[in-house]
C-alpha cells in the first residue's frame, strides 16, 4: 500500500468536470473533461487497502480494485491494466457505463466519501491505450473447436474473446449491421463514443474472432443449421 494515510490526508472526494453546455451543443462528444492526473493520483491514494476489501463484492466482475488504486498511485500503470484485465475484459466499457456498485460497497463511504473507483478504472484503460499497451492476445494453442456465439453485446463479445484466446475458432452473429449491440445502439455518443468500441473490436480481429453482420440467428440461419456449422 502506498500510503497508508491517503485516506486520512485526502478527505474529498473529486470527480472529472462536465464540459460547458455551449460547448456540448456543438458535439455529440463526451459530456466531461480530462481528469488531471495529479488529481486522479491523489484520489487512487484514499483507498484503503482494507482488510475485507467489500468493494470487490460490490463490483459484478469481481475487479481488484485495491491493487490497480495502488499501483495507479504508485505510476506502475502499466501493471495496473495488467490487474484490471485479469477480471475485466472491458473496462473501457465498465468505467462509462458501469453504475459503480463497487463505489457503494467502499468502506470508506462509511463515514467519508468513497473513492472514486470507477474514474480510476476508466483513466487507466484509456491511458493503456494511448499507451499501445493493449495489444491482441494470441492463444498459445488451437483446440480446433469452433463455435457460434450469438449477439455482438457486452456479453457476447466477452464471451468471444476468452474463447477465442482459449483456442478456439469462434464467430460472432449479429442481425443489426454493426457490431456492438446495446453498446452500439442503446447508448448515446455523450455517454461512451462509439471509437471505444470500434479500437477493442480491432483488437479482436487480430485475435483471431470472426464477426457477421446482418445475420438473424433463427430465421436467416435455422438453429440445427448453426448446430451442424458448428458441431
Known amino acids: 500500500m502506498g500510503d497508508p494515510s491517503g485516506f486520512l490526508k485526502h478527505t474529498s472526494r ?16 463526451e459530456v466531461y473533461e480530462e481528469f488531471p492526473p495529479d ?9 484503503m487497502d ?24 504508485k505510476d506502475r500503470w502499466h501493471d495496473g491494466i495488467e490487474r484490471l484485465h485479469a477480471t475485466n475484459n472491458f473496462p473501457e466499457f465498465t468505467g462509462r457505463l458501469c453504475p459503480a456498485p463497487c ?8 463515514n467519508q466519501d468513497p473513492v472514486t473507483i470507477k474514474q480510476v478504472e ?8 494511448d499507451e499501445g499497451w493493449v495489444k491482441p492476445v494470441h492463444p ?4 480446433g473447436k469452433k463455435v457460434a456465439v450469438v449477439g455482438s453485446g457486452p456479453a457476447g463479445l466477452a ?28 447508448i448515446p455518443e455523450f455517454k461512451m463514443e462509439k471509437r471505444h468500441i470500434d ?26 443449421a448453426l448446430r451442424a456449422q458448428f458441431d
Open 14 to 29: 473529486e470527480l472529472p468536470v462536465r464540459r460547458p453546455v455551449p460547448l456540448r451543443l456543438l458535439d455529440w462528444n
Open 199 to 224: 479500437r477493442r473490436l480491432d483488437q479482436m480481429n487480430s485475435e483471431g474472432t470472426v464477426f457477421k453482420t446482418g445475420v438473424n440467428v433463427g430465421v436467416d440461419i435455422t438453429a440445427d
Open 159 to 186: 464471451a468471444a474473446q476468452q474463447l477465442t484466446r482459449a483456442g478456439h475458432m469462434v464467430t460472432v452473429f449479429e442481425r443489426a449491421d454493426r457490431i456492438g449491440g446495446l453498446l452500439r445502439y442503446g
Open 103 to 110: 463505489e457503494a460497497s467502499c468502506v470508506l463511504g462509511i
Open 140 to 143: 498459445t494453442r488451437s483446440t
Open 39 to 47: 488529481t486522479l493520483k491523489t484520489q487512487a491514494s484514499r483507498c
Open 122 to 129: 476508466v483513466e487507466l484503460i484509456d491511458r493503456a491505450f
Open 50 to 73: 482494507c482488510g475485507i476489501p467489500f468493494c470487490h463484492n460490490g463490483c459484478p466482475l469481481g475487479n481488484l480494485i485495491p491493487e490497480w488504486n495502488d499501483l495507479v498511485y
